[in-house]
């Protein structure tokens, strides 16, 4: 069995957790079983996982998997219905569509707020104290039951958590205490699982112990996808432990051998890399990086791969090339953060939209840090581009992604680093050119320069407005490079991915 670790499936998900999705559904369809393991408590994981296509048999969390929910139905729990409040006793007051007050004998004793995206559904209930103070607070599942109980100290901070099962049974506690003037957890307690109590002092205990769960036949392989599942995963016994890197492991991409690496990659490169099998990283030179520098073991394992219904036609690429080229709407696909260089981005389109004054920059994505997005607005302005810089939401949903792919005439990245690039995949099996720059360590895997994309020096701003220019004045370059692309896609099909990974698997 594999698995692989992470925090949690969100509703706005990075590249990590899209390469494990792409990841979990290579290894199912060719009939090697394989999960992602999740440790994070979300009341709404299963709503992100229906709507990334994944499966309760594509996914395990600890919660789940303590509170025997994994493979529960849904049943929606509308709050007029539930039986949970009884009407009889209690008089429900409607606030608004996303609040209602339950009271008793005209007092509010408890508000009941909506499951967020859905039209009347309990979504969690917050018990007041006669002070109006909330004493404690029930979360409940998106598949409509009471999964877990908050209680709260008079200052509103945390005292305890409690976990049930579907009858209403204590199955987890957790506790918190001030710890250096914060609130923290300090005690995990197990309760009555196969007859016997389990105490952790700390998440990472709690995790290693359900990571040894899963590995009953002492023969399953973990790959950890981020940094925090490292530490309960390196004493996880009889088991092979891969630590994935997805993106830089120094804190200057430009200088691998001498920046320091990132405190989260210490524990299996330097303090105890012998506890784990080794690392996996998305490209040759990472990989050759690493090992020139650190005494670890290292495969190169994909990152994606692109599933044969999503590839573009070459008929419909065809069809598609004029219009895209008459468009002339660029585009960026992926997080709002600083590490991402939007602001390099927008400077380079600013002189691009002086020559060409229909053109569009189309970012799709999600906002990681509001503070950068309000420089990004101010910087949009000075430049005097907001008519043409178009902010679409995030989406999920394969068909709206391949949408504005199919729509644009080329992706751009000008990112400071890159660990590969899940975008510029997905780009080029819609035959879309991209240019970015030349980071560490994915676009020079993908891009081969002129051909179907462009890479650009590290910060030469001119250069690039020079190569976008020219390709956004001459149709028969910009549709041999499109052609290109769809022929370099062919790498990432499903049949080549899972031979590399099979090149990994099948050797230890």
């Known amino acids: ?27 199912n369809k060719d009939e090697v079983h394989a999960k992602i393991v999740t440790s994070a408590f979300d009341p709404i994981l299963h709503k992100n996982m229906e709507d990334h296509g994944l499966t309760n048999d594509d996914v395990i969390n600890v919660y789940d998997y303590f509170q025997n929910t994994t493979n529960v139905k849904r049943k929606k729990v509308n709050l ?42 309990v979504g969690n209930i ?35 958590q409690i976990y049930f099962n579907l009858a209403g049974e204590r199955v987890l ?23 016997h109590n389990y105490q952790f002092d700390t998440e990472a205990q709690f995790l290693e112990f359900f990571y040894n769960e899963l590995n009953q036949d002492n023969n399953s392989t973990f790959i950890s996808d981020r940094r925090n599942c490292d530490l309960p995963l390196a004493n996880v016994e009889h088991a092979k432990k891969w630590v994935f890197v997805h993106d830089n492991h120094v804190t200057n991409g430009m200088d691998t051998q001498n ?58 690429l065809n069809q598609q090339l004029s219009t895209r080229f008459d468009k002339k709407q660029f585009l960026y696909v992926g997080r709002i953060s600083p590490e991402k260089q939007l602001d390099e981005m927008f400077k380079i389109f600013a002189e691009i939209h002086k020559e060409l004054p229909k053109s569009t920059l189309k970012v799709q994505g999600y906002v990681g840090d509001q503070n950068y997005k309000k420089e990004l607005d101010d910087l949009i302005k000075s430049l005097k581009i907001e008519d043409s810089i178009i902010f679409a939401p995030y ?15 080329m992706l751009l990245s000008t990112s400071r680093g890159e660990g590969y690039g899940i975008t510029t995949v997905e780009a080029i099996s819609q035959g879309l050119p ?6 560490p360590y994915g676009p020079r895997e993908i891009i081969q320069d002129s051909k179907n994309g462009y890479l650009v020096h590290y910060h030469n701003r001119v250069d690039a407005i020079n190569k976008l220019l020219d390709i956004s004045n001459d149709q028969d370059k910009y549709n041999e490079m499109s052609k290109n692309c769809l022929a370099l896609a062919d790498n990432y099909s499903y049949s080549n991915t899972r031979a590399k990974w099979r090149s990994v698997t099948d050797s230890y």
């Open 434 to 439: 991209t240019l970015a720059y030349d980071v």
């Open 259 to 316: 920046s320091p690496i990132y405190q989260g990659y210490s524990l299996s490169f330097t303090e105890e890399p012998e506890k784990f099998t080794g690392i996996l990283v998305a490209t040759e030179r990472q990989k050759q990086d690493i090992e020139s520098r650190f005494k670890v073991h290292v495969k190169v394992a994909p990152d994606s791969f692109i599933p044969d219904s999503e590839k573009i036609s070459e008929a419909e």
């Open 80 to 121: 007029r219905l539930t039986s949970v409040i009884p009407k009889t006793d209690y008089h429900i007051e409607y606030k608004n569509a996303n609040v209602s007050e339950i009271k008793n004998n005209g007092r509010v004793i408890a508000r009941v707020n909506v499951m967020p995206e859905t039209i009347g559904l």
């Open 173 to 195: 506690e957790t506790t918190f205490m001030n710890v250096n003037d914060k609130q923290q957890q300090t005690m995990w307690r197990l309760i009555n699982y196969r007859g």
């Open 126 to 160: 917050e018990h007041l104290d006669q002070f109006n103070n909330v004493g404690s607070k029930e979360f409940w599942d998106w598949r409509g039951f009471k999964s877990m109980e908050e209680f709260y100290l008079p200052d509103g901070r945390i005292s305890s």
């Open 1 to 27: 069995m594999y698995y692989f670790l992470s925090d949690n499936i969100y509703a706005f998900n990075s590249g990590t957790e899209f390469s494990q999705f792409n990841r979990v559904k290579l290894f």
């Open 395 to 409: 989406s999920s949903k394969t068909a709206d992604v391949l949408k504005t792919y199919d729509e644009s005439m």
